[in-house]
């Protein structure tokens, strides 16, 4: 691929400047060479002097002039990740699986999905276009629910929901997508899932919501849109979880979170909110 920093700053609709220079490739800032595009979100000289980069995209404000052509946009981060996406990021033509995934009979797969090794899929589970599962998980088995009879034994829920999961949505490694009890577990569009992530039965997740690694959700939660859900976190039964929310590091959830709030502890608090 190559491509000039002009139509890459007209793609963005940002601010050239210097001179033009043609661009093979990307990389981080630490690790570019002359050819290769790169970021930064900082106004300051000395990442501009530790670069091997001739093109960069930076902030549109910047306080001084890098000697370094400029892509400039308010959000540098951004506009690199679009960049990226567009021209540099390699997406398969149809529908990759590798040989070791197990897929059950009544599963349904869109197109251009990635799905990587030792993945199980099961029962009534319908997946969305371009979708990646990575290695390891497992959608659409029992939950974990047991009520114990009059002696003492442990007797099993029985499990006949759907797992919908949209289109847009990733997956991580290990991690597990139990199918509802009668109803639907569901996954809304563009939402990305961490390593070894585990959602209950009948939980139900917003679109472009980031669920970060080792979290969990019990069952019939409800969780809204471009919510982040930090590490290791936990949310109780039946809580609800409001859209642009946010929950910490190791958190509890026990009852529910408002949209626009940020809570933190276990049990988790409030501590700030729009």
């Known amino acids: 691929m190559r491509i000039s920093t002009c139509e890459l700053a007209d793609f963005l609709d940002a601010e050239h400047a210097g001179?033009?220079?043609e661009i093979m490739g990307v990389n981080s800032i630490d690790r570019a060479d002359q050819h290769e595009l790169t970021f930064c979100v900082y106004d300051d000289p000395k990442w501009f002097e530790r670069t091997s980069a001739e093109a960069v995209v930076s902030l549109s404000d910047l306080s001084f002039e890098p000697d370094?052509?400029?892509?400039?946009?308010?959000?540098?981060?951004l506009g690199f990740i679009k960049i990226v996406d567009e021209f540099f990021r390699e997406r398969p033509d149809s529908m990759e699986i590798h040989p070791s995934t197990v897929i059950g009979d009544d599963v349904e797969i869109g197109n251009r999905c990635e799905i990587g090794p030792h993945v199980h899929i099961r029962g009534d589970v319908t997946i969305g276009d371009r979708c990646i599962i990575k290695s390891g998980a497992s959608i659409g088995g029992d939950g974990s629910g047991y009520v114990e009879n009059e002696n003492g034994r442990l007797v099993k829920q029985i499990y006949q929901g759907k797992v919908i999961i949209e289109d847009d949505v990733e997956i991580g490694a290990n991690s597990v997508i139990d199918r509802g009890d009668f109803e639907e577990t569901i996954v809304e569009q563009g939402t990305k899932i961490d390593d070894l992530v585990h959602l209950s039965h009948d939980t139900v997740v917003g679109k472009h919501t980031m669920i970060n690694r080792g979290c969990s959700t019990s069952g019939t939660v409800t969780i809204g849109d471009h919510v982040t859900l930090n590490p290791h976190s936990a949310i109780a039964?039946?809580?609800?979880v409001g859209d642009r929310a946010e929950v910490g590091m190791n958190s509890t959830v026990l009852d529910n979170v408002e949209a626009g709030t940020t809570v933190v502890g276990s049990p988790a608090k409030v501590i700030n909110s729009d």
């Open 19 to 21: 001179d033009p220079i």
């Open 68 to 77: 370094a052509t400029l892509i400039k946009i308010d959000d540098p981060q």
């Open 237 to 240: 039964p039946h809580v609800e």
